[in-house]
């Protein structure tokens, strides 16, 4: 089997020049083969960016676009594919968007490879040592109580016992910050579990040790991002306060960066996306950091059901990662571009079973908000 295309694929909802919420674009790659089977991938990323890092001519060794050196090759050697994109493109590569772009690559080629030999990808990672996954929803806050709460209880109706709440109006304003967390806790009740994502708002070590001392008595599970994850060394002075668990990592790509991070930082939970850090190839390494240095991880992963199911197969085949975040996004992408989406039901999800990642995805939302 021969790859013979690489399509790289931007979506996007709101208008080219207007502002855009997580979950309103995304970046997939479908990948052709020879033998008529399809893999599909994404990232989580700036999707025209990234079709750059695709599409683009050789400059020279280490600056090639992945196009170039897929085409021709042989999608079940996954792991050598892997290591010649990382290589030819380590110079506008190595981190950060080049990454980003090799890891829908890598998913769709984890696809094929399922495709091909007729079984779901959770059984090429070793196969799944549980029969569901445990979710948490994730909202974007208000600055309105009322909604907040009408959120909560939503989800609460819909069976959730784990929250997480970030983005929005969370982290413009301390008083603010408060008051959103306090109707959070208080429209859950005590038996709820709750989490915070900063998305790094709090900017200095001051500011978040202060606001953590004001959040203590709401009983966070952990708190996501206070400050940017650079500065391990006050990321870790943070969690020597021990108010509560600290998480982070969502924009760290590959084994390189998340292990001094998972080694150094202090952090409790570790969280690669999948669809940035490296692919499914690349979070099973992250993992066995993580696992070793006994940090918790629970995957990032806020986009499409293409992202849901690469998480749903990894963590499947994952002993000791059990908990997977659920976006409560209503843009189109999150609830429509995968025709059979995993829903939760009651606060956990059950395992694909079809081969590959097990998706279908529709085609006519593609060509709806295709750029
Ligand atoms: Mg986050």
């Known amino acids: 089997m021969r790859i013979t295309k690489v399509e790289p694929i ?5 208008a080219w020049d207007e502002g855009c919420e997580w979950g309103d674009d995304a970046f997939l790659v479908r990948i052709h083969t020879d033998e008529g089977i399809v ?17 683009a001519p050789e400059s020279n060794l280490h600056c090639t676009g992945l196009e170039r050196l897929l085409l021709g090759g042989d999608p079940m050697q996954v792991q050598d594919l892997w290591d010649k994109m990382y290589w030819q493109s380590n110079y506008v590569g190595r981190r950060g968007l080049g990454i980003h ?3 829908a690559v890598d998913i769709a080629l984890w696809d094929i490879v ?11 990672l070793g196969g799944a040592c549980k029969d569901h996954i445990d979710v948490y929803g994730t909202f974007i806050p208000s600055d309105s109580m009322a909604e907040n709460r009408r959120i909560v209880r939503k989800l609460l109706d819909s069976g959730y016992t784990s929250l997480k709440f970030g983005g929005g109006a969370l982290g413009d304003d301390e008083d603010l910050d408060v008051e959103i967390i306090r109707t959070v806790r208080q429209e859950a009740g005590d038996q709820i579990q709750i989490q915070i994502d900063l998305a790094t708002k709090w900017r200095s070590y001051d500011h978040a040790a202060r606001m953590m001392r004001r959040v203590e008595p709401f009983n966070l599970a952990w708190a996501e991002e206070p400050i940017p994850s650079d500065d391990f060394s006050q990321v870790k002075r943070l ?9 982070g990592g969502e924009d760290l790509t590959t084994r390189y960066e998340f292990r001094p991070f998972i080694e150094q930082s202090g952090v409790s939970i570790v969280q690669p996306d999948i669809t940035r850090c490296g692919g499914i190839s690349e979070i099973r390494r992250i993992g066995l950091i993580a696992e070793n240095a006994g940090v918790r991880l629970i995957p990032h992963g806020f986009s499409t059901g293409i992202l849901l199911a690469a998480t749903m197969h990894f963590l499947s085949a994952t002993p000791g990662a059990d908990l997977m975040e659920y976006s409560q996004s209503e843009s189109p992408l999150f609830r429509k571009l995968v025709k059979n989406m995993p829903v939760p039901k009651c606060g956990r999800i059950s395992l694909p079973q079809e081969p590959g990642l097990g998706i279908v995805v529709d085609d006519d939302m593609i060509e709806q908000y295709r750029i």
Do not use: F
């Not at 931007?10 to 709101?14: G, Q």
């Not at 399922?114 to 090429?124: F, H, R, T």
């Not at 969690?239 to 998480?247: E, F, K, T, W």
């Open 101 to 103: 772009a090799m890891s």
């Open 114 to 124: 399922g495709q091909y030999l007729g079984v779901p990808v959770k059984e090429l």
């Open 10 to 14: 931007c979506l996007r909802v709101p």
């Open 239 to 247: 969690a020597q306060l021990g108010i509560a668990p600290i998480s």
């Open 39 to 55: 893999g599909i991938g994404e990232s989580d990323t700036s999707p025209t960016v990234a079709r750059a890092m695709i599409e």
